[in-house]
């Protein structure tokens, strides 16, 4: 039995500890948000948060993060500065990158007190999305690291 | 997305107005389908919403969400006309029937960027009756004349009176009446919705990460599936090991289908290892000797091989010999992959009497029919259930896929979802076609084209598609953006008029397969015409926006897309060293566009970098510009990156590339700076989900020549490929 917090809710699952989490969010635990795009860490579409940084899930043996604290996409507040500010720039398209985009971009503010939104822009070579939604992903960053600093202020 | 349980019976039990539409070729029938009975067996509505008493309009989507924003824009129209508030606006995903296929395409099928345009009109008028139907109801509730009373935002008004009903207060008295004929359209300057930039209704939910993919269905009792292909064209298994992937937990079944070997198990990995564990082994295939050298060296010889004539306009090999100059190039385009990030998937239940089918598909229509055939079933015992699409880009209007999930579901009783690995999607994709063709022309003193003719070798798209649309020898698909298919007739021609104009096709033998991908073969294409008439400017010294103009006399919108974008580059001022400005133009889909590109070459190391596009873009009247921009900057994107990074790559008779770390797609850091103008237009609606990525490539060539003076006629434009045509100088 693997122990794994995930959104704050304690499970336990019967899986080989070898089995990648993403598969493991997706078919053990049915929390369908967290996309398998590429399988090897290439495309950025199953990041998720492992105590608090960025990971992609698809690489992650489930065994490595047992006990550890794993954030998806559900588990970010629906208020949260990032997603606010997705819909703001209406950035999705088809929208199966996007969850993992989201994650990856709410962990890059979130790791520095005062994100510059051209360091965060040049963390972001390793999401793919095949729509083409990067230049409203790139406004959408600028308004999200906007809304966290007015976040803090209050 | 709720998924939308709607039987024929269920959707006579409406309790509010409902409006159906029935679009054949000989014009729209409305009818109020309000009351049982209403059909009469014959008439199949195309378009259906309805208003209840709680106010909310429920409008039916009979398309597929792919990103492109449709879900969005029809209802958009039909709110509109209707006088809706777009607060009650709710959309649901229609069923596979008959009654939703598209008036351009007779079948439903989100292809062809058809569905704004081809519903435009339709939904106008559909609303419209609606909405007077509503102000019909209030005049007799009142009894005051219907020229009394106007409607807005949900709500009929008596000017008079000041006295107001809602929609659904008046659905019940509404439901009851005719249909009127000719309800009066909004004028343009009425619209409230269109034209106008709205929020899309799917976002929200995207942005959760709740709506759901194919990938993301769940059907109880269902396993997982997934097969090993063969690694070439046409290899057979020669053994593999069915007891040791039946050891593996979890594994249920293995069965041997024509496309290779299922494995199905209770998830995605146990599926997964059970596949390693059955160590197939293949032979050699049909073509073991095919690499991506072998290719390009066969559709080079191609060229020389006698093809099937697709057009042949005036004497095109006399003109050629009179006249004063002639030029000749060669140009070659590899196959490119649709690499969806949503991997190829679908979920099948098959049971005695019905199948039912969970499905990111562009073609509902073509996925009946190819379930039917598998399964024996009739069209009607199929279900198929929409999802949303993580991407399309046209892989999701073929349905190999869906054969192979319903072949796997004859031998299981349960459901089973269908994934493919990304390596699957990839190596097994249905690519854009590979092209290589020659043009030669012949200009006269004046530097006009006097003829043109271009040999175009291709790997045939309907060959798989459907090999009955190939006429003559011809594979018309090939050629769009060159020449006008014959009946079903696609006007696909070139916007430049020539008077001795020859077309010859050569399909290629070799077995890979092929598939519409983004604007079909317009962007292959327009690449080779829109590089060759630029390499024809240069020669006879003239402006590439003056030499274009001059050859679209007759064609008024592409002129002005050309002269918008002039104006929005700042073409003509000069540009530093190392940088470059090209221009391209293309017309499809009953839209035109023109973009001119700016990049920046690092002769050292043949990296360019595209650093500005501009796009001006003339669709006729629009429905959510917003949605347009959107759509544009993707495609810009999207033919950048084929551009300068993307060639599928083979090896001994298979696809040698696999996954995104060997097939390499643009990234962000490598998006230029992007600005769009769509025109205002009172013209023919045109499509908008493809245009947008014809003329990117042949602005970037032609903006990389205008830097360095050095012509590159290969795609990608990548750093190997330049440094080659840099040591040529």
């Known amino acids: ?154 | 997305m709720k998924e939308l349980k709607l039987t024929r019976r269920s959707f006579l039990k409406a309790t509010g107005l409902v409006i159906a539409v029935s679009i054949t070729p000989f014009g729209t029938k409305i009818i109020n389908a309000s009351e049982r009975g209403s059909f009469d067996g014959t008439f199949k509505p195309s378009v259906w919403y309805e208003i209840t008493p709680d106010n909310k309009v429920t409008i039916y989507f009979g398309n597929s969400e792919m990103g492109q924003g449709s879900m969005t824009a029809l209802p958009m129209i039909v709110a509109d006309e209707l006088e809706a508030h777009w607060k009650y606006v709710q959309v649901k995903q229609a069923p596979a029937d008959d009654s939703f296929k598209s008036p351009i395409l007779g079948a439903q099928v989100t292809v062809a960027s058809a569905s704004v345009r081809g519903f435009y009109e339709p939904l106008r008028k559909a609303g419209a009756v609606g909405r007077a139907m509503f102000i019909k109801a209030a005049a007799e509730t009142w009894g005051v004349p219907e020229d009394e009373c106007f409607a807005r935002l949900s709500t009929v008004f008596h000017r008079k009176s000041r006295k107001k009903m809602t929609y659904g207060q008046l659905v019940e008295r509404a439901s009851k009446l005719k249909v009127p004929e000719n309800a009066p359209l909004k004028e343009e300057k009425d619209f409230r919705y269109i034209g106008k930039p709205m929020r899309r209704i799917d976002i929200p939910d995207k942005v959760e990460g709740k709506a759901i993919f194919g990938l993301d269905i769940q059907v109880p009792g269902m396993v997982c599936a997934v097969v090993a292909h063969p690694p070439a064209y046409n290899a057979k298994p020669v053994s593999f090991d069915e007891a040791l992937a039946l050891a593996i937990k979890g594994v249920k079944k293995v069965v041997k289908i024509p496309q290779g070997i299922a494995v199905l198990a209770d998830d995605f990995y146990s599926a997964q290892k059970g596949k390693e564990a059955l160590n197939v082994k293949w032979d050699e295939g049909s073509h073991p000797y095919m690499n991506s050298e072998y290719i390009e060296k066969y559709f080079m010889e191609c060229l020389d091989k006698p093809g099937a004539v697709a057009k042949n306009v005036g004497d095109t090999q006399k003109a050629l010999s009179e006249a004063k100059k002639t030029y000749e190039a060669v140009y070659y385009l590899p196959h490119v992959a649709h690499a969806m990030m949503e991997p190829i998937n679908v979920t099948v239940h098959l049971q005695k009497d019905r199948c039912d089918i969970w499905a990111p598909t562009q073609a509902q229509t073509g996925t009946r029919m190819a379930a039917s055939r598998v399964t024996g079933l009739p069209p009607e015992k199929i279900h198929v259930h929409t999802t949303f699409l993580g991407c399309g880009l046209g892989r999701r209007s073929q349905v190999d896929f869906i054969v192979e999930a319903c072949e796997i579901a004859k031998h299981y009783d349960k459901p089973i979802k269908l994934i493919w690995t990304r390596e699957d999607d990839i190596k097994y994709d249905r690519f854009r076609a590979a092209t290589c063709q020659r043009i030669k022309a012949g200009l006269d003193g004046d530097g006009n084209v006097v003829a043109w003719h271009q040999k175009v070798v291709c790997t045939s798209i309907l060959k798989f598609y459907n090999p009955a649309w190939i006429k003559n020898g011809v594979d018309y698909f090939c050629l769009w953006g060159i020449v006008d298919s014959p009946p079903p007739p696609v006007f696909s021609s070139t916007v430049y008029e020539f008077p001795n104009f020859y077309v010859e096709q050569y399909l290629s033998e070799l077995p890979i397969p092929a598939a519409p991908w983004r604007s079909v073969q317009n962007a292959p294409n327009a690449f080779v015409i829109e590089c060759f008439i630029d390499e024809l400017a240069h020669a006879s010294g003239k402006d590439p926006i003056e030499f274009r103009m001059n050859l679209l006399k007759n064609s008024p919108r592409a002129r002005t897309v050309l002269e918008t974008v002039r104006e929005m580059s700042g073409w003509g001022k000069p540009l530093p060293k190392g940088k470059g400005r090209g221009i391209a133009q293309h017309s499809c889909f009953g839209s035109y566009v023109a973009q001119v590109a700016e990049v920046a070459v690092n002769e050292k190391t043949g990296e360019i970098k595209v650093e500005k596009v501009f796009c001006a873009v003339d669709c006729g009247p629009y429905v959510n510009p917003d949605t347009i921009v959107a759509q544009i900057e993707g495609a810009i994107i999207l033919g950048i990156s084929t551009a300068l990074k993307e060639e599928v790559l083979f090896d001994k008779g298979g696809v040698k590339s696999s996954n995104f770390d060997d097939y390499k797609i643009l990234r962000m850091s490598e998006v230029p700076e992007i600005r769009v103008e769509i025109l205002k237009s009172k013209e023919k609606i045109g499509g908008i989900g493809e245009p947008g990525v014809t003329p990117v490539a042949p602005a970037v060539a032609n903006a990389f020549f205008n830097a360095t003076g050095v012509r590159i006629r290969r795609l990608p434009m990548n750093p190997k490929i330049v440094l080659e045509a840099l040591r040529r100088k």
């Open chain 1, 1 to 154: 039995m693997i122990s794994l917090n995930v959104n704050g809710k304690v499970y336990n699952v019967d899986v080989p500890p070898d089995t990648p989490l993403v598969w493991v969010l997706r078919d053990h635990l049915k929390l369908m948000g967290t996309k398998y795009a590429c399988g090897v860490g290439e495309c950025g579409a199953c990041t998720v948060h492992v105590d608090g940084v960025a990971k992609r899930s698809c690489v992650i043996p489930v065994g490595d993060v047992h006990g550890k604290k794993i954030v998806t996409i559900e588990g970010l507040p629906k208020n949260h500065p990032v997603k606010r500010a997705w819909i703001m720039e209406q950035v999705p398209q088809c929208g199966f990158c996007q969850p993992g985009t989201i994650m990856q971009v709410a962990y890059l503010i979130a790791k520095t007190p005062n994100p510059d939104p051209e360091k965060v822009l040049k963390e972001m070579d390793d999401i793919i999305c095949r729509c083409g939604t990067y230049p409203r992903m790139k406004k959408a960053i600028k308004k999200a690291i906007e809304l966290s600093k007015k976040g803090v202020k209050k």
